[in-house]
């Protein structure tokens, strides 16, 4: 998989007559963000070298802010959103990929710059695939998703610094969204304990129920505060950034480490230096994207092999791609707890 092969990175045929269903985005006589599921023909496709069929992909913070235009994230129209699918190639002008083999996709501008995974067929280049796990369905994949796979390179992340159970409490911020609820299941079954920080408090018995051995009010965390506190935590995953961020790594312990990869409060990072030269504190940023196929393949074998089942279908909704639109507006809004995945063929 790693050899080198001369690839076209033209479209290669796609012998189905007829279209498929997508989410198309638009924008209107005012500029405004337009969103529609429609039947597309196979010959808008974009350029790439594997045709996939895709069987399911899910709803992120990303593809709802691209379905509502809150934020620019679409960087060409039409648009096709979707981070991440999961499904089997139809056709492909690359030897690494046969007809038949199960694939899936997370990333690479996929849905931003690149017609992306909510619709029934995909064209895309095969340096941005990864073969599924033979134990795991299409399914299963996408209720772990980029959100699933990004807690689990959050989590190698914290390996890599050699933060072990035994070093403490690690600390998990946006623990009710997509990455913070798979991480803190991922997290308490490497036998770690596990904080989470959240504003939905109501949602404290389903968090111990991942497997957080407490649950804090995101509110301590979410303002202006002082450069060093008490040490609380060995280690920490945010999914927030700004002010929490600066605050989670004010209460690290002497040489722990935080993986930051999310930016859900803000972008702006109004912290100190004083953790890291004075207790050694480690910021790791983790980067779902770009990462290396070496490393997308290790993160989604351990997910088929660390990650029960019955945790990610516990943490799961299936919607169909109209519904993909009504439930866009409310992720945004904070209504949609854990994981989205979306039926593309209904």
Known sequence: MEAAVAVSHGRPPV??????????????????TTAEVATLDNGELPPGNVVVRIAYSTLNYKDALAITGQSPVVRKFPMVPGIDFAG????????????????????WGVGETHWGGLAQRACVRADW???????????????????????????????????????GVILVTGANGGVGSIAIALL?????????STGRLEEAPRLKALGATCVMDRRVLGEPGKPLQKEAW???IDCVGSHTLANVLAGIRYGGAVAACGLAQGMELAGSVAPFILRGVALEGVDSVHASFARRTVAWARLARELPGEVVEANTREISLVQALVVAPELLRGQVRGRVVVDVNR
Request: proline fraction near 3%; glycine fraction near 12%; charge should be positive.
């Open 234 to 236: 060995a280690g920490a």
């Open 188 to 196: 308490s079954r490497l036998g770690y304990a596990v904080t989470a």
């Open 129 to 167: 695939l990864v073969p599924l796990p033979a134990s795991m369905s299409e399914r299963s994949a996408m209720c772990i998703g980029t959100a699933g796979y990004t807690a689990m390179l959050s989590v190698m992340a914290l390996e890599a610094r050699g933060i072990a159970p035994e070093a």
């Open 88 to 107: 089997t190639v139809e056709h492909s002008a690359d030897a690494r990929y046969q007809v038949g083999d199960r694939v899936l996709l997370n990333g």
């Open 15 to 32: 012998a189905s007559a007829g279209g498929f269903r997508a989410v198309r985005l638009g924008k209107d006589a005012k500029g405004a």
